[in-house]
């Protein structure tokens, strides 16, 4: 069982940055992916970004040239940069991670971390 545990949301005015950070309780070498979800008030959770084993990255179009998604394995922790914030970034921003035990796939989930963007 993995845990995650996320850090660094708060309120923020729009066009400013945040950094989000995910602390894995196990060696995130055993973990295939991570990634950042968000759900906005009243709406579906969304992805955001995520990063595999191998470094590769994907984005959610709404994002794409504002955020980055990275990852230290070597602290087991994946970050979300967030850059020139806006109000639509208000939302609870959640961290998974991904493994597999054979040809099983199992979902991890932090318990989220609220950002407000203030417009």
């Known amino acids: 069982q993995v845990q995650l545990v996320e850090s660094g949301g708060g309120l923020v005015q729009a066009g400013g940055s945040l950094r989000l950070s995910c602390v894995a309780s196990?060696?995130?070498?055993?973990?295939?992916?991570f990634g950042w979800y968000r759900q906005p008030p009243g709406k579906e959770r969304e992805l955001v970004a995520f990063?595999?084993?191998?470094?590769?990255?994907n984005y959610a179009d709404s994002v794409k040239g504002r955020f980055t998604i990275s990852r230290d394995n070597a602290k087991n922790t994946v970050y979300l940069q967030m850059n020139s914030l806006k109000h639509e970034d208000t939302a609870v921003y959640h961290c998974?991670?991904?493994?597999?035990?054979?040809?099983?796939?199992?979902?991890?989930w932090g318990q989220g971390t609220q950002v407000t963007v203030s417009s």
């Open positions: 998974n991670a991904v493994s597999y035990r054979g040809y099983t796939r199992h979902d991890y």
């Open positions: 196990e060696s995130s070498f055993s973990i295939n992916a």
């Open positions: 990063i595999s084993s191998g470094g590769g990255t």
